[in-house]
Every structure is written in structure tokens, then in C-alpha cells.
């Protein structure tokens, strides 16, 4: 399957910092990726859709102010985090929809696991 | 609105059995799409296998199949031969078409153990 790259894999940070995470497609264009955010045995819940060129889509509920993505490219999207708090303690995972087959399957990244002290 | 259901939180399977995981969906869309994946515990989500609501014959990859059955809405998950790597959460996703589904709804997930 698709490769997608996601990182860094965890980060540890102070409350109040910013803290940026990288989607890649390595081997594939994708004009929309995803970002998930999944709790503690839970399922996954859509934060945003992000858009290659033009803004990001955002779920109820997530604040666009507070999640800032940007998708500057066809193999890249990133999601920062500011002013992180320890709420905001989570794993958020991206994912990229391959366009080509016309299955639009997402693959996804391996997830980053924020803990804000 | 979509929704899926996986009814239930754990399973569990020897080692060589076959097993199969449950899910059913609600959509009013005509066109879809349903996916399976695999999350084990390193939190990397696996895609398994799709079935496009629209394909007459079920979705095979390997040892994963899915048993589609549209008129039910249930596109369960059979996994033949299970192996110790096959532990894992397993989940249920459904696309549908036009904007705002694109995106994928999960379902709540099945924890498979398989035991030795």
C-alpha cells in the first residue's frame, strides 16, 4: 500500500508552546489529507480536512484558531498546535486519500503523541 | 448522517481459526464506500481491506475478506488462519459521496486477541 510519513512520533512540551506535526505522502499525491484526533481507547473523530492550495475544512466543535493546518503542497500537510495545554494531550493521527484508483482509500500516517506538561 | 456499529469490544480466536469481526452501517447515500482497518498497539492505522457499495462481488486481500451484504448493511470482516500478529483493534470506516463525507466515520472498534 501507499506509504505515508508522519512526524514527529511523540513530543513532550510545556503548556503554552507551540508544537508543529508533518503528513507526508511519500509516494503518492493527495490533494486532501485528514487529521484525526483519537483518545485513549476510543475511535478515531475528525478534527479537519485539509485541502492542497486552499483552506482547511474543520469539524464542529474544533478551533481553527487553536489547530492550524496548512497544506502548501500535494505531498504535505501540517497540523500546529498552539498554545498547547495539557487538554490538548492526545494522539492525533493524519491521513492522505490516494485519488488514482478511485477507491480514495486514506492511508495514514503512524500518529503523533502530544503530552503537554 | 452516517454511522457505523461494531457491537463488539473484544474478541477472541485460537491461533489457525478463523474469525469474524462484526459491522453494520446506516447511510443515506447511494454511493460508498467501506474499509477496514487494523490498529495495533504501536497506534499505526493499517488499511486491511475496501468494498465499494456499488461491487457485486465481496473484497478479498489475502486472508481478509469481508462479507458484504447490502441489503442487511453489514460488511463484517472474516480473517481465515489468525496469527499472533493478527492482535490488534480493528476498525470499521465508511465514506460516503459529496462534501463533507469524504471523509471517513469510523466505528467504535473490536479488540481481536489470538491465542496461542
Known amino acids: 500500500g501507499a506509504v505515508v510519513s508522519q512526524h514527529p512520533s511523540r513530543v513532550i512540551c510545556k503548556s503554552g508552546t507551540s508544537v508543529k506535526i508533518e503528513c507526508r505522502s511519500l509516494?503518492?499525491?493527495?490533494?486532501?489529507m485528514f487529521w484525526y484526533r483519537q483518545f485513549p481507547k476510543q475511535s478515531l473523530m475528525l478534527m479537519a480536512t485539509s485541502n492542497e492550495g486552499s483552506k482547511a475544512t474543520y469539524e464542529q466543535g474544533v478551533e481553527k484558531d487553536k489547530f492550524l493546518i496548512n497544506h502548501a503542497s500535494l505531498t504535505l500537510s501540517t497540523l500546529t498546535v498552539t498554545s498547547a495545554h495539557p487538554e490538548d494531550s492526545s494522539f492525533y493521527i493524519c491521513?492522505?486519500?490516494?485519488?488514482?484508483?478511485?477507491?480514495?482509500?486514506?492511508?495514514f500516517g503512524a500518529g503523533t503523541r502530544l503530552s503537554v506538561l | 448522517a452516517q454511522k457505523i456499529t461494531q457491537t463488539q469490544p473484544g474478541m477472541f480466536v485460537q491461533e489457525k481459526e478463523a474469525v469474524t469481526l462484526d459491522c453494520t452501517y446506516d447511510t443515506s447515500d447511494q454511493s460508498y464506500g467501506l474499509f477496514w482497518y487494523k490498529q495495533p498497539s504501536s497506534g499505526e492505522m493499517i488499511f486491511l481491506i475496501y468494498?465499494?457499495?456499488?461491487?457485486?462481488q465481496n473484497a478479498t486481500e489475502g486472508r481478509y475478506s469481508l462479507n458484504f451484504q447490502k441489503a442487511r448493511k453489514s460488511a463484517n470482516l472474516v480473517i481465515s488462519a489468525s496469527q499472533l500478529g493478527d492482535s490488534a483493534m480493528y476498525f470499521c470506516a465508511m465514506r460516503g459521496k459529496g462534501t463533507g463525507r469524504r471523509a471517513l466515520t469510523f466505528g467504535s472498534g473490536t479488540r481481536l486477541q489470538v491465542q496461542p
Open positions: 491521513s492522505a486519500r490516494e485519488d488514482s484508483s478511485g477507491k480514495n482509500i486514506q492511508y
Open positions: 468494498q465499494g457499495s456499488y461491487d457485486e
Open positions: 509516494d503518492f499525491q493527495a490533494t486532501t
